[in-house]
Each structure stands twice: as structure tokens, then as C-alpha cells.
């Protein structure tokens, strides 16, 4: 598991040795930014079920309810998942960049 790591443009020019490395690292910012997104829709989505609620939402079939499963759905659904996928393209660009610092293989 790779620890949490910003886009950067340091970064981008660093993976820029390898091929590889730049693709797989270009895959890992528009990644990170699709969990990004979506981690603040979900959260505005269940900041507003909870804003709904103390204003008075009413009952179990209320409408801020929708909000709570919305919110949860697209943080557990999308924003999750995109942050593993982002996380495994950085994991996969770190060690495309060993590789090539490592120069072709031995006979």
C-alpha cells in the first residue's frame, strides 16, 4: 500500500523518465481526482440529509434519508474504488520508474 501522496508537478516531471511510468502516473491524477470529486459530493450529500434532519426532515420515509444512502452510496461506490485504482496506478508508476533506473536486465 502506497502512503497518501498529492498530485504534484514535481512528481509528473520525476515519472517523466520512463514511459510507462508517465502513463501510469498521468492514470493516477485523474484518478485521484475523480475520489476527490466524488468524496465531496458524498459528503455534501449526507452533510445535507443531516442539515435536513435537524431542520425537522420528519419520519422513517423522510426525504433526507435519500440524501444519507445517496451520500454513502457515491462515497462507498465511486469515491472508494477510484482511490484504489488511483492508488495501485501510483504503486504501478513508482515501480515502472525503478525499473527503468534499474537499466535492462542481466543475461
Given at each position: 500500500m502506497v502512503a497518501p501522496v498529492r498530485r504534484s508537478?514535481?512528481?509528473g516531471s520525476l515519472f517523466a523518465a520512463s514511459d510507462s511510468a508517465a502513463a501510469y502516473y498521468t492514470r493516477f491524477?485523474?484518478?485521484?481526482?475523480?475520489?476527490?470529486w466524488f468524496g465531496w459530493v458524498g459528503t455534501a450529500l449526507v452533510l445535507s440529509g443531516f442539515v435536513g434532519d435537524l431542520a425537522g426532515?420528519?419520519?422513517?420515509?423522510?426525504r433526507t434519508y435519500l440524501l444519507y444512502g445517496a451520500g454513502l452510496a457515491?462515497?462507498?461506490?465511486v469515491a472508494l474504488p477510484a482511490e484504489r485504482r488511483a492508488s495501485t496506478d501510483l504503486s504501478n508508476a513508482?515501480?515502472?520508474?525503478?525499473?527503468s533506473l534499474a537499466g535492462p536486465p542481466r543475461p
Amino acid at each position: 500500500m502506497v502512503a497518501p501522496v498529492r498530485r504534484s508537478d514535481a512528481l509528473g516531471s520525476l515519472f517523466a523518465a520512463s514511459d510507462s511510468a508517465a502513463a501510469y502516473y498521468t492514470r493516477f491524477e485523474t484518478h485521484d481526482r475523480y475520489a476527490d470529486w466524488f468524496g465531496w459530493v458524498g459528503t455534501a450529500l449526507v452533510l445535507s440529509g443531516f442539515v435536513g434532519d435537524l431542520a425537522g426532515g420528519g419520519g422513517i420515509f423522510s426525504r433526507t434519508y435519500l440524501l444519507y444512502g445517496a451520500g454513502l452510496a457515491v462515497t462507498w461506490g465511486v469515491a472508494l474504488p477510484a482511490e484504489r485504482r488511483a492508488s495501485t496506478d501510483l504503486s504501478n508508476a513508482i515501480w515502472w520508474y525503478n525499473q527503468s533506473l534499474a537499466g535492462p536486465p542481466r543475461p
